[in-house]
């Protein structure tokens, strides 16, 4: 009766003390994916993942499981509009699924916040063709997958906040392919330059949802 | 008095040519792209300029790296090696044409002229090792064989030790440490000398008597170790020292590297500190950058000869450079401008060539202003236009006027030198450049007409110059 005993009390020990070493490991890479954050990728994507050129992305309160599935794009090289190729498919090389994991971590729990607004009947349309799409450009409503506020869920992308130039880039990329994601060609596809701009305007001027 | 004369013009000979052979060109190294895996782009606008991440990777020793690296790690884990599988390097070959726009009298004292165009093929073919050297070490060293010289010899040499420290608020520190041989290499910016407008110029043509100490005319001469640290990526602080480390130069007694003495020209009395202070801020696709830096140099003028000494003790020459520049960017996806200037002056104490009558004036002083603006339009097509002005007080012995034929002569003792740069770029790819560039003077060497007193004009050292640069 005391040996089964002794292997329970020992395995309990080895869970507690494997757990702790995994626990320590986290830890680790969460440091030192903090220090990447600061030390490197804020060069341009900005101090706490709130860029200063639209040229880069926001990454203030992106989904962790969107911006891995980007890293692991840009690791594998399947992502290939222009800045992707030229930036990060070479930033993401040495990046492994633990230090990824750790990065979408930082950026995910990093506080997004509204950009600029916009001229109000640009925003009027942009706010329209999110909510309600265009039937007769064929494009669909954007609501449905990056939700009423545009904060995104762990399988669409936050859109709120983002810089408009940014969103406008991607949605043209989308458009031609170069960016290669068929669900998002089927919506851009129809969009003209205007209806883009406007709703890349509003999604820009939207902040966290209350 | 013949001594004087002998001293006054060795000094002179090799201010020349220390002026003369200050780097006419920054380079772009393709061995930084290969090992971050990123494009050009991510630290130039169009090479050798360089992007707010191009200075971040400069500050941070050039170790970014995405290859597969040997590595080695001791007992705790510290990382002992870190080593790319190919060595960073990289080659820059430069071939081009000058056309002066009025020939020189020919060398000879015949009354014919020289050739007004004249083909540098290569005009520079330089090799680099450019990339990490082991976890917080990296290294920009260039080996160059030039036209003009025949020969190969050390160009800009920047080694750095750098490392970073996450600040409370997640504010990067960058501290580190450069070891260079040209001040201002070492420098963030395109806005100082080292890497400042013309990033590439013509040997051909005719150079200005006169230009600031800190404005290449040690360049490879020199060694200096500065220490520097940047906070958040925006503030900026370096402090450091010059000494001299002459190349081709030896001792003649021994016939060894050294050490220095009487014989060698322009050696820096101990050591030369050199400062500077920056702040960059962003905003947008905006960048710009406030700085001031500046040197003091204390020269032996030096260059006697066992019959004539000139001695690398008592008084010295003291040349105070302070200098103010600035660095505007805008950064587009098509359109790209940049505004870049800088204004150096220089407070000279001639101390020892006033003694020995090298000189006329006990003090001078120089002062060299550059402005140059820049466009691009999506990285391929583009131009820059340019000022630049050199003024200071008249001297005739720094700006001597004989002897025939003139051209690098002053008739009225002065330095003061204005013009104008213009440069038009095409580049089919992001590592290769086709440049036109023009120059005109509107003064030179003190004037506009008659400017050497042997009847040259300043136009007259305009030049026209057709480059074709490859770096790869």
């Given amino acids: 009766m005391k040996r089964p005993l002794a292997i329970s009390l020992g395995c309990l020990l080895l869970l507690v003390v494997s757990s702790a070493s995994a626990d320590e490991a986290d830890n680790a890479t969460r440091a030192a994916a903090a220090r990447v954050a600061v030390g490197t990728c804020a060069s341009c994507h900005g101090p706490q993942g709130h860029s200063y050129s639209p040229k880069f992305p926001v990454l203030a309160g992106q989904h962790a499981s969107y911006l891995v599935t980007q890293l692991q794009a840009f690791r594998a090289q399947t992502r290939g509009d222009a800045d992707a190729v030229g930036y990060m498919w070479g930033m993401s090389a040495p990046l492994d699924d633990a230090m990824m994991a750790a990065l979408a971590d930082y950026y995910g729990k990093q506080t997004p916040r509204a950009g600029p607004t916009g001229e109000p009947g640009l925003l009027a349309r942009g706010k329209d063709i999110y909510q309600n799409g265009d039937s007769g450009q064929g494009v669909p409503p954007c609501a449905p997958c990056h939700g009423p506020g545009a904060a995104g869920t762990d399988a669409f992308p936050r859109l709120a906040g983002q810089h408009r130039q940014y969103l406008i880039k991607q949605l043209n990329s989308f458009q031609s392919n170069m960016r290669n994601v068929a669900i998002m060609h089927g919506v851009a596809v129809g969009l003209h330059l205007a209806d883009m701009e406007a709703v890349a305007t509003y999604l820009q001027s939207l902040g966290p949802l209350p | ?472």
């Avoid at chain 2, 550059?370 to 999506?378: G, I």
């Fill in chain 2, 1 to 472: 008095m013949q001594q004087t004369n002998r001293i006054s013009r060795a000094w002179i000979l090799q201010l020349l040519l220390t002026v003369a052979a200050a780097p006419q060109t920054a380079q772009a190294v393709p061995s930084f792209a290969r090992q971050t895996g990123m494009a050009c782009e991510a630290c130039h606008t169009v090479f050798p300029e360089l992007t707010h991440f191009g200075r971040m990777f400069k500050a941070n020793a050039f170790t970014l790296d995405n290859l597969k690296q040997v590595r080695d790690i001791d007992a705790t884990k510290q990382e002992m090696l870190s080593l790319a599988n190919l060595p960073p390097l990289s080659v820059m070959i430069q071939i081009s044409d000058t056309w002066l726009k009025s020939p020189l009298p020919d060398g000879t004292g015949g009354p014919g002229h020289s050739q007004t165009s004249t083909v540098g093929f290569p005009q520079q073919f330089s090799l680099f090792y450019a990339g990490k050297v082991a976890p917080h070490l990296g290294a920009m060293i260039q080996l160059t064989y030039a036209n003009d010289s025949g020969t190969i010899g050390i160009d800009n040499t920047d080694l750095r030790f750098a490392n970073q420290i996450v600040l409370p608020q997640e504010t990067s520190l960058i501290y580190g440490i450069s070891v260079n041989n040209n001040p201002t290499v070492q420098d963030l910016w395109n806005s100082t000398p080292a890497w400042g407008f013309p990033y590439a110029g013509t040997n051909a043509a005719v150079s200005p008597l006169a230009g600031t100490q800190i404005d290449g005319a040690l360049a490879q001469d020199v060694a200096g170790i500065s220490a520097y640290v940047m906070w958040n990526e925006a503030l900026y602080g370096e402090f450091g020292a010059y000494r001299s480390a002459k190349q081709g130069v030896t001792n003649p007694i021994t016939g060894a590297a050294g050490p220095l003495d009487g014989t060698v020209s322009n050696v820096i009395s101990g050591a030369a500190p050199y400062g500077r202070v920056a702040y960059e801020y962003q905003w947008r696709r905006h960048d710009l950058e406030l700085g001031v830096y500046g040197a003091t140099f204390k020269l032996y003028p030096g260059g006697g000869t066992t019959g004539a000494p000139a001695l690398l003790s008592g008084p010295a020459n003291e040349f105070r450079d302070f200098a103010e520049d600035l660095q505007y960017q805008f950064i587009g996806d098509a359109h790209l401008f940049t505004v870049a200037a800088t204004h150096i002056h220089e407070s000279m104490r001639l101390d020892a060539s006033f003694a020995t009558g090298a000189v006329t004036n006990p003090t001078d002083t120089l002062t060299t202003t550059r402005v140059t603006a820049t466009y691009y339009y999506r990285r391929k097509w583009g131009g820059t236009i340019g000022h630049f002005a050199t003024t200071g007080s008249a001297d005739a012995g720094l700006y001597p006027a004989g002897p025939a034929p003139g051209v690098i002569t002053s008739a009225n003792a002065s330095p003061d030198t204005r013009g104008w740069i213009v440069e038009a770029n095409y580049l089919p790819w992001l590592n290769t450049k086709l440049s036109l560039q023009y120059i005109t003077y509107d003064q030179f060497n003190g004037g506009s007409g008659n400017y050497d007193g042997f009847g040259r004009n300043a136009s007259g050292n305009g030049s026209t110059y057709l480059l074709l640069w490859l770096a790869f």
